[in-house]
């Protein structure tokens, strides 16, 4: 494997002195620390670094000045492979192994079946600040701060990717929707539409645009557990960007789908995607707020025997998770009164303020707002090309539950 991927030639590593004792922190596999536990009189630059407590040099990973999330740490210095008096060799080695170990899990997808799927994710599996998604012949690199764009060398990554996974022709690198030059073509070309496989089902999406790297690939299972219990259901999807849990109730057998976002764009990509699956299903597609329409939909009475509510995260950060409850279970117990008696909910939240335990106590709260009662059927998080570290359960973000809902 090139020593390569990331760029140690242009970072000298510094050093990163602690403030606080966070040895037991770093070595249960916590792999963040935080500007308040940092020594600010050395005044780090941001880029790779060396972190001491009292003179014990704990690990090697990268600082970030600009954050409060202040280092982000890869290798320990208890960890076999760690060199020393040579960051560089330990560089290599850390990525050699912790590639091999994303590649192994990735490789338990049948293509024919599953063909787009995450194959690096962040700390996860050991590249911080890296996401890589694969969309059949398409891989997306993504970095979440500017300074791993720097860190990380993409081009070298993108050659591994292309060695390890043959069907990938194209290597695209995604920035912020936002950003002067939205992206950079690794290899190949980036097609107007790129189309790949999820369980069986076709979907189509205009990466260059879209959110994230494409597509929420982290629905995965949660969306085929709504084709399970969708058969001969009227169903309501809420929030529905694309319309993945639509194309999976569709699929299941609904007699009908509804779906609802506040994108033009999104609901044409909802249409494009019932086209290029071919379903017959009657659906409605709604370019509309949701809230709007559930408050439209209340007033009318009318019931769905299921009803899904994915919202976008409404806590970015952790002062806002107080008003973002609020919104949660505003929604929720809204989303709850348009279920028909005994039908089903389903709620999720991507928001990693909003611990797993907060999240069903939200839910609680709105099923006692609207008056009715659930019934857990199935829990769900996030799916195996997902991964974190089990001392970071901050990165256990996705929460996804199903419901019956009953007087």
């Not at 008096?85 to 091999?100: A, D, G, S, V």
């Not at 205009?206 to 949660?222: E, P, V």
């Not at 058969?231 to 007699?255: H, P, R």
Request: aromatic share 10%; glycine share 4%.
């Amino acid at each position: 494997m090139p020593s390569g991927l990331i760029n140690t030639h242009d970072f000298s590593v510094q050093r990163l002195d602690l403030s606080r004792d966070l040895t037991k922190h770093l070595k249960r596999g916590h792999r963040w620390v935080f500007a308040n536990c940092v020594d600010e009189k050395a005044r780090v630059k941001s880029g790779l670094a060396a972190i001491y407590y009292r003179n014990e040099l704990l690990g090697f990973g990268i600082c970030q000045n600009d954050t409060q999330l202040r280092f982000r740490l890869l290798c320990l210095a208890e960890d076999p492979l760690f060199r020393k008096n040579n960051p560089e060799r330990t560089f290599e080695l850390w990525f050699e192994r912790q590639w091999k170990n994303a590649v192994q899990i990735r490789k338990t997808f049948k293509l024919e079946q599953t063909n787009s799927f995450r194959l690096i994710n962040g700390e996860g599996d050991g590249f911080p600040g890296l996401i890589i998604d694969i969309y059949d012949q398409v891989a997306v690199i993504k970095h979440d701060h500017m300074i791993m764009e720097k860190i990380w060398n993409d081009a070298a990554i993108a050659e591994k990717i292309a060695a390890d996974f043959p069907q990938v022709q194209i290597v695209y690198l995604k920035r912020r929707n936002d950003a002067e030059e939205k992206g950079l073509e690794i290899i190949g070309q980036l097609p107007l539409e790129t189309q790949f496989k999820e369980n069986g089902l076709l979907f189509a999406s205009h990466i260059r645009d879209a959110a994230k790297t494409g597509f929420f690939l982290d629905q995965r299972d949660n969306r085929e557990v709504v084709r399970q219990f969708a058969n001969n259901l009227s169903v309501l999807n809420l929030f529905s960007y694309t319309g993945g849990f639509s194309i999976y109730a569709a699929a299941g057998g609904a007699k009908s789908v509804t779906s609802v976002d506040i994108a033009k764009v999104a609901i044409a990509a909802v249409k494009r995607n019932f086209e290029i699956n071919h379903l017959t299903t009657p659906h409605e597609d709604i370019a509309e707020d949701a809230f709007a329409y559930i408050d439209r939909t209340l007033i009318e009475k009318k019931k769905f025997d299921l009803v899904i509510t994915d919202p976008p995260s409404f806590a970015p950060n952790e002062k806002s998770v107080p008003q973002a409850t609020a919104a949660y279970i505003k929604v929720f117990s809204q989303s709850i009164k348009l279920v028909s008696e005994n039908g089903l909910f389903a709620a999720s939240s991507c928001s990693s303020h909003i611990s797993h335990d907060a999240f069903l106590d939200i839910v609680k709260e709105s099923f006692a707002k609207a008056h009715k009662r659930g019934t857990l059927v199935y829990m769900g998080a996030q799916p195996a090309d997902h991964p974190y570290p089990l001392a970071m359960t901050e990165l256990r973000y996705l929460k996804f539950a199903l419901f019956r809902v009953e007087s």
